[in-house]
């Protein structure tokens, strides 16, 4: 048999609590795309660490190439060969491309070299970019592939990427995977982590699945079900989200000819946004990262004040109204940034249950706070939305992001508001923990709720949202019903099909 790139044996890594791996072995092959699949907390974080020499191992060894390879830092990993696309961006807005890509080169060579360098690379793999523009200025697909040609300027034996489809379009999917199989073609390695699973099945040659920290089993993609492999990370049948028949009734919030300036440099202005959803009803609003997503929110949520009349609930004036205010009529909110704007990283998950749910939930009565009944509401959120943690107790930067999400959307929803708008609620759950989030989705709905979804995950959208509006650059087109779009009408209208009325059919 040929020598494997990379050779797993008995990786383990513990953690007060917690074995995050546990003697996990596997192999990569030269030229070989390989998933590594896990539910939220599985250790697939961990493994890749790992390998990229964030984190050493407390047993097992690494074989690189027929050698014993312990990288101390990932700067060692570099120099061996291994590069790595973080699933977020590290990359400073104020800075051009070929800035930021310099400041991730131990010697940089002269910058009109470098941008050479990159132009050549760049259309060679068929991700052109100007190496000149100013990364502020970028949209969140050019934003990869300015991580992407960061790494292949290494030259790397194995390319690790983290949920790397997560920010794109349809049409910027399929670009990204000529890429990664030009990459494979030439013989070099991806080590590829998505909980999108119909891609795994048409990229990936190889796939290890992780659960709890275990290897609990190998398959190959192209022969092996979505469903199966989503059964194999969770150990259990996956339950599909169903959608019951709902009355709608009437007007439960409305935005009229709303625009509000960009709030920074690099923010996005919205620009004439019409939108009105009703109870019972789920609107999903689409669109790449960077089109005006998190303005969207902020104005909903109260975090951007507009004039009173521009935002209505029940037809209330409401535009006026911090979040406070708003959390007591009914209007919740779950933003994007889970880890410091919808959690406070370093407070405990009680705490964190207290400040949004203070209103809601009376945990507080004549000024003093009652411990005792946020404990029990965070234990019922932990349960309910099955969070891994060993309790309440613990801050929200020790659980793993996809947690975090199961937990922040669950101390919303248990909260039964009349409104609830979410920002990229699935946004890196497993499959599984995926389904029972657009399921508490679908069921507060169902008990008369009116749910703003705001989302990139397409598939999403059309499996919970009644109807569809895109948002691009600010702008919002008039929302159509979901039956009967197809991804592609819907990709066009993300990617700035602006002006674009996609045909009726």
Same mark, same amino acid.
């Given at each position: 048999?040929?020598?494997?790139?990379?050779?797993?044996?008995?990786?383990?890594? #513990?953690?007060?609590?917690?074995? #995050?791996?546990?003697?996990?072995?596997?192999?990569?092959?030269?030229?070989?795309?390989?998933?590594?699949?896990?539910?939220?907390?599985?250790?697939?974080?961990?493994?890749?660490?790992?390998?990229?020499?964030?984190?050493?191992?407390?047993?097992?060894?690494?074989?690189?190439?027929?050698?014993?390879? @312990?990288?101390?830092?990932?700067?060692?990993?570099?120099?061996?060969?291994?590069?790595?696309?973080?699933?977020?961006?590290?990359?400073?807005?104020?800075?051009?491309?070929?800035?930021?890509?310099?400041?991730?080169?131990?010697?940089?060579?002269?910058?009109?070299?470098?941008?050479?360098?990159?132009?050549?690379?760049?259309?060679?793999?068929?991700?052109?970019?100007?190496?000149?523009?100013?990364?502020?200025?970028?949209?969140?697909?050019?934003?990869?592939?300015?991580?992407?040609?960061?790494?292949?300027?290494?030259?790397?034996?194995?390319?690790?990427?983290?949920?790397?489809?997560?920010?794109?379009?349809?049409?910027?999917?399929?670009?990204?995977?000529?890429?990664?199989?030009?990459?494979?073609?030439?013989?070099?390695?991806?080590?590829?982590?998505?909980?999108?699973?119909?891609?795994?099945?048409?990229?990936?040659?190889?796939?290890?699945?992780?659960?709890?920290?275990?290897?609990?089993?190998?398959?190959?993609?192209?022969?092996?079900?979505?469903?199966?492999? @989503?059964?194999?990370?969770?150990?259990?049948?996956?339950?599909?989200?169903?959608?019951?028949?709902?009355?709608?009734?009437?007007? @439960?919030?409305?935005?009229?000819?709303?625009?509000?300036?960009?709030?920074?440099?690099?923010?996005?202005?919205?620009?004439?946004?019409?939108?009105?959803?009703?109870?019972?009803?789920?609107?999903?609003?689409?669109?790449?990262?960077?089109?005006?997503?998190?303005?969207?929110?902020?104005?909903?949520?109260?975090?951007?004040?507009?004039?009173?009349?521009?935002?209505?609930?029940?037809?209330?004036?409401?535009?006026?109204?911090?979040?406070?205010?708003?959390?007591?009529?009914?209007?919740?909110?779950?933003?994007?940034?889970?880890?410091?704007?919808?959690?406070?990283?370093?407070?405990?998950?009680? &705490?964190? *249950?207290?400040?949004?749910?203070?209103?809601?939930?009376?945990?507080?009565?004549?000024?003093?706070?009652?411990?005792?009944?946020?404990?029990?509401?965070?234990?019922?959120?932990?349960?309910?939305?099955?969070?891994?943690?060993?309790?309440?107790?613990?801050?929200?930067?020790?659980?793993?992001?996809?947690?975090?999400?199961?937990?922040?959307?669950?101390? &919303?929803?248990?909260?039964?508001?009349?409104?609830?708008?979410?920002?990229?609620?699935?946004?890196?759950?497993?499959?599984?923990? #995926?389904?029972?989030?657009?399921?508490?989705?679908?069921?507060?709905?169902?008990?008369? #709720?009116?749910?703003?979804?705001?989302?990139?995950?397409?598939?999403?959208?059309?499996?919970?949202?009644?109807?569809? *509006?895109?948002?691009?650059?600010?702008?919002?087109?008039?929302?159509?019903?979901?039956?009967?779009?197809?991804?592609?009408?819907?990709?066009?209208?993300?990617?700035?099909?602006?002006?674009?009325?996609?045909?009726?059919?």
């Amino acid at each position: 048999m040929t020598q494997p790139l990379l050779s797993l044996q008995g990786l383990t890594k #513990a953690y007060p609590g917690v074995v #995050a791996n546990d003697a996990v072995s596997f192999d990569i092959g030269a030229g070989e795309v390989h998933a590594l699949l896990g539910e939220n907390g599985a250790g697939k974080s961990t493994l890749v660490k790992m390998i990229y020499g964030l984190v050493k191992p407390d047993s097992g060894r690494m074989v690189l190439r027929g050698q014993a390879y @312990a990288p101390s830092e990932p700067r060692q990993a570099r120099a061996d060969g291994i590069a790595m696309v973080f699933q977020h961006f590290s990359l400073f807005d104020a800075l051009n491309v070929s800035e930021n890509i310099a400041l991730g080169m131990e010697n940089p060579p002269p910058m009109r070299d470098l941008a050479e360098r990159i132009r050549a690379v760049s259309e060679t793999y068929g991700l052109p970019l100007d190496p000149f523009r100013t990364v502020g200025d970028l949209s969140a697909g050019e934003r990869q592939r300015v991580e992407i040609i960061r790494c292949l300027l290494q030259d790397p034996k194995l390319l690790i990427m983290d949920e790397p489809t997560s920010v794109l379009t349809p049409q910027e999917v399929d670009i990204l995977f000529q890429t990664l199989q030009k990459l494979r073609a030439e013989g070099t390695s991806i080590l590829y982590i998505s909980h999108k699973l119909e891609e795994i099945r048409t990229l990936c040659d190889h796939a290890t699945i992780l659960r709890l920290g275990r290897n609990v089993g190998e398959c190959i993609p192209a022969e092996t079900s979505a469903r199966d492999m @989503a059964e194999m990370m969770v150990g259990t049948a996956l339950q599909t989200p169903a959608r019951a028949d709902r009355d709608l009734g009437p007007v @439960a919030l409305e935005i009229s000819d709303l625009s509000v300036p960009a709030p920074s440099a690099f923010g996005t202005a919205l620009k004439a946004v019409n939108l009105s959803v009703r109870k019972g009803e789920i609107l999903g609003i689409g669109g790449v990262a960077g089109n005006g997503q998190d303005e969207l929110l902020s104005v909903l949520s109260g975090e951007t004040p507009t004039a009173a009349a521009a935002v209505q609930m029940h037809g209330e004036a409401i535009g006026h109204l911090g979040p406070v205010a708003r959390r007591h009529l009914g209007l919740l909110a779950a933003p994007e940034e889970r880890l410091g704007h919808a959690a406070a990283p370093d407070m405990s998950l009680t &705490e964190n *249950a207290m400040l949004t749910a203070a209103a809601r939930k009376g945990l507080v009565q004549k000024g003093f706070l009652k411990w005792g009944l946020a404990t029990e509401f965070a234990e019922k959120v932990i349960a309910s939305f099955d969070v891994r943690t060993p309790g309440p107790q613990n801050a929200a930067r020790s659980l793993s992001g996809g947690n975090l999400q199961k937990f922040v959307i669950g101390r &919303e929803v248990l909260q039964q508001p009349d409104v609830l708008v979410v920002n990229q609620p699935t946004w890196g759950v497993d499959a599984a923990a #995926a389904a029972a989030i657009r399921q508490s989705l679908l069921d507060l709905a169902a008990a008369g #709720a009116a749910i703003v979804c705001i989302s990139q995950d397409l598939d999403e959208l059309m499996e919970i949202a009644d109807r569809f *509006a895109a948002l691009n650059e600010g702008r919002l087109t008039a929302p159509r019903p979901t039956a009967g779009l197809s991804v592609d009408e819907i990709g066009l209208m993300m990617g700035g099909a602006h002006g674009m009325e996609v045909a009726h059919v």
